[in-house]
């Protein structure tokens, strides 16, 4: 159950290639629950079964965004504006350049060498 939390956690840092592996953990996840929605041509089961993924999917991207983010030493709060311009991508091509650079930039920037406000410095191994 303690694994289960710390994957939807907003506190403590995470590594660079941690972002990178997890991203693309919440993008299968994500893809799963809008192919399950998609298939069913959008139908009431189709949406209570594939709902679930997402919602999963956007709660992960924000913690582990946050803990990428605490890393650089940033806010929480920049992770959530990182989601809802991420939410409004959805409408705008332009916002979803943006969300796309930024996930680019969270994957290639390093994080503070030792210990910051957030806690010491992630191991240099993949965690989730």
């Given at each position: 159950?303690?694994?289960?939390?710390?994957?939807?956690?907003?506190?403590?840092?995470?590594?660079?290639?941690?972002?990178?592996?997890?991203?693309?953990?919440?993008?299968?996840?994500?893809?799963?629950?809008?192919?399950?929605?998609?298939?069913?041509?959008?139908?009431?089961?189709?949406?209570l079964i594939g709902a679930p993924f997402i919602l999963i999917a956007m709660v992960?991207?924000?913690?582990?965004?946050?803990?990428?983010?605490?890393?650089?030493?940033?806010?929480?709060?920049?992770?959530?504006?990182?989601?809802?311009?991420?939410?409004?991508?959805?409408?705008?091509?332009?916002?979803?350049?943006?969300?796309?650079?930024?996930?680019?930039?969270?994957?290639?920037?390093?994080?503070?060498?030792?210990?910051?406000?957030?806690?010491?410095?992630?191991?240099?191994?993949?965690?989730?």
């Open positions: 159950m303690e694994q289960f939390h710390s994957m939807f956690s907003l506190s403590g840092r995470m590594n660079r290639r941690s972002f990178f592996i997890n991203m693309f953990i919440v993008f299968a996840i994500g893809f799963v629950g809008g192919f399950i929605m998609g298939f069913s041509g959008y139908s009431m089961l189709s949406i992960r991207e924000i913690a582990i965004a946050a803990r990428r983010i605490h890393d650089l030493n940033g806010s929480t709060f920049l992770a959530f504006i990182y989601i809802v311009l991420g939410i409004l991508a959805v409408w705008s091509r332009e916002i979803g350049w943006l969300v796309l650079a930024s996930k680019i930039i969270l994957c290639l920037i390093p994080g503070n060498k030792g210990l910051n406000s957030y806690g010491d410095k992630p191991e240099n191994r993949i965690i989730f």
